[in-house]
């Protein structure tokens, strides 16, 4: 969603404190071992930096302005589902106060930054959380900008961080030459589905279990 699309007489501008996790996952990652196509086994952290590199396209046409992999790999990559289960892990944990709901991935892509390429300021409205894994640290590249809570990071590698989908966030264009690396995902919650539901109806459509 783009900020141009809150421009109407029907939306309000609010201040207000909503949940948020920053932490790093690194180990974690590297504790999950991943098969490769290849026949290698690397961790998780490694797997999704070589398949982030493997399967990005030319630039999306999209709010980010670099070079991405498709929406859904944690659909088809094990690791890509592996941080998109530790984000949902994280996102439910932080919505405890509020309310318990079931977590899902939505989407995830990979994408690649190097110089000249940034991000647009933007939202992932409706998405109930969205989420962004570091794998290299930021510090000479770009950080990640939250315009409206007057918020700046630098991430460092496996840096996980969660923020309200409907949070605006940006990344400034890259003046250095070194690439800027991670995977986005978005997150949705359900107060029906189950875990078990969606695994027993993916398997009802006639996949092989």
């Known amino acids: 969603m783009k900020l141009s699309d809150f421009n109407n007489p029907n939306s309000i501008e609010v201040t207000e404190t909503y949940p948020f996790y920053h932490g790093n996952v690194l180990s974690e990652m590297e504790s999950i071992s991943i098969k490769r196509e290849t026949g290698q086994t690397v961790n998780a952290h490694i797997d999704l930096e070589l398949t ?48 318990k709901p079931n977590m899902f991935t939505g989407e995830t892509w990979g994408i690649v930054y190097n110089k000249g390429k940034h991000t647009k300021r933007h939202s992932h409205f409706p998405y109930t959380y969205a989420f962004g894994y570091y794998l290299t640290d930021t510090k000479n590249s770009a950080p990640l900008i939250f315009p409206t809570a007057n918020k ?58």
């Not at 605006?168 to 107060?191: C, F, K």
Request: charged fraction near 25%.
């Open 52 to 99: 982030t590199r493997e399967k990005v396209g030319v630039v999306f046409t999209s709010n980010v302005k670099s070079y991405m992999t498709d929406w859904r790999m944690h659909e088809n990559y094990e690791s890509f589902a592996a941080i998109g289960n530790i984000a949902c892990r994280y996102a439910k944990k932080i919505s405890e106060q509020m309310f």
């Open 152 to 209: 700046t990071i630098y991430p460092k590698k496996g840096d996980l961080i969660i923020f309200p989908g409907h949070v605006q966030h940006e990344v400034p264009t890259i003046e250095s030459d070194e690439e800027r690396l991670m995977v986005a995902g978005n997150l949705y919650h359900s107060w029906t589905e189950s875990k078990e539901k969606k695994i027993n109806d993916y398997f009802a459509k006639g996949h092989v279990r």
